[in-house]
């Protein structure tokens, strides 16, 4: 009997789409109210100790922080199998919930640990959210459940942001943090509640090792443009939630600005219907070429406008628009490339686009921002987005 059936079987509480929708919901309001937060208590805290240039090691920091949880990601297979996989979900949330326990403190290190614990959390729940969405989602049913998802989590990404910036200005970062561990704690009895069925760890097959893993993901051609996709989106994303909120204070701007505009532009994620029709008429992979040429020229153009703030929050959320695209169709190629036998092991190598458009990226502006203005992270971003969208014409007409 093949694991995906005695799931299903197994576990009558599962609701399909709307209960994959309504873990993702909870774990991104946790998540989202830290989201523009961390990175001006990063600059200011950095500044407060005289650091020069303080969007630099900014930068440096979220960098370093990306490459550990890219590491942490090749551990996960090791410990669902040890474990299994409800029990490695509920402790990646309680990494972000003591992490977030140590921001609190507002100091130095309790910064770096508060990233840190967010950034594992991150690694292990979305590799756990996959592999549920796997079990349990039929794959003609994909595009409607990530739609789906996207669309119902648009008001925690959308308010998240604009309540943590509130919460930090009056009360201090203790605020956001004990915010993001309250819904973290409903998030974990809900999951309690579900009592998901899982396969028997016993019948699923040790982890590769990871250097295997990744040659044979990278044997694949179809794998590989599949995590291009994702890279580029999330690139563009991990820009968006950090940068503009330096740029509006570097300009002296009020911080509320950079909440509203975070959170405006994931409220966006809203379209999912629209996204589905589009994708629907249009296929695929048109829809996610398109998404990725307009977003990526949209953020070009940006730099035209350097000296306007208003203008160029405005550039940014009609960039969003598509971007927003890809995070309703973005993971498709990939659930829909992956060998079902496979995908515990490919699934944990997929997932390294998170952390790689972190880090990498973080690198690279890192040493700009040491020589140039903040026009040179929207330039670099913007020609990535173009670039990955190039790639994207090798997707399947009939995908």
């Known amino acids: 009997m093949s694991p995906r059936p005695a799931a299903l079987r197994s576990s009558p509480s599962v609701r399909g789409p709307a209960t994959i929708a309504t873990l993702y919901v909870l774990d991104s309001a946790a998540r989202a109210v830290t989201a523009t937060v961390l990175a001006l208590h990063a600059y200011a805290t950095y500044k407060q100790f005289g650091a020069a240039?303080?969007?630099?090691y900014v930068s440096a920091t979220y960098s370093t922080v990306a490459f550990v949880a890219f590491v942490v990601t090749f551990l996960t297979p090791l410990l669902i199998h040890r474990f299994g996989r409800n029990r490695v979900y509920l402790f990646g949330i309680a990494c972000c919930m003591v992490g977030m326990a140590a921001l609190a403190t507002s100091t130095v290190l309790g910064l770096g640990a508060g990233l840190v614990g967010r950034a594992l959390s991150g690694v292990i729940g979305s590799i756990c959210l996959i592999l549920f969405i796997v079990d349990f989602i039929p794959r003609q049913n994909l595009v409607r459940s990530e739609t789906l998802r996207l669309f119902v989590s648009c008001v925690a990404w959308g308010l998240g942001p604009v309540l943590g910036v509130w919460l930090y200005q009056h009360f201090g970062i203790v605020a956001p943090a004990v915010a993001s561990i309250g819904v973290h704690t409903l998030l974990?009895?809900?999951?309690?509640?579900?009592?998901?069925?899982?396969?028997?760890?016993?019948?699923?097959?040790?982890?590769?090792?990871p250097l295997a893993m990744i040659h044979r993901f990278a044997s694949q051609k179809r794998l590989r443009l599949s995590w291009l996709i994702v890279f580029g989106r999330s690139a563009w994303w991990s820009m968006f939630f950090t940068y503009p909120a330096l740029y509006l204070?570097?300009?002296?701007?009020?911080?509320?600005?950079?909440?509203?505009l975070v959170g405006?532009?994931?409220l966006l994620l809203g379209t999912a219907p629209l996204v589905r029709v589009a994708a629907q008429r249009l296929g695929l992979r048109v829809t996610i070429v398109g998404a990725f040429w307009l977003g990526g020229g949209l953020t070009l153009a940006t730099v035209l406008f350097y000296d306007r703030p208003l203008v160029l929050c405005l550039m940014l959320l009609a960039a969003a628009t598509f971007i927003v695209v890809l995070d309703n169709l973005g993971n498709i190629p990939f659930m829909r490339f992956a060998r079902p036998r496979e995908l515990p092991q490919m699934t944990t190598v997929f997932r390294t686009y998170v952390d790689t458009a972190e880090f990498i990226p973080s690198f690279f502006y890192a040493l700009l921002l040491t020589l140039f203005d903040f026009r040179a992270v929207f330039i670099l971003?913007?020609?990535l987005t173009i670039v990955v969208g190039i790639a994207a014409t090798w997707l399947p007409r009939r995908l």
Not at 53 to 56: E, F, K, L, T, V
């Open 249 to 260: 204070s570097d300009h002296n701007i009020d911080e509320s600005w950079a909440g509203w």
């Open 381 to 383: 971003s913007g020609l």
């Open 264 to 266: 405006i532009g994931n």
């Open 53 to 56: 240039n303080a969007d630099s």
């Open 188 to 209: 974990i009895l809900y999951f309690r509640h579900l009592n998901l069925a899982q396969p028997a760890v016993e019948s699923t097959p040790p982890p590769r090792n």
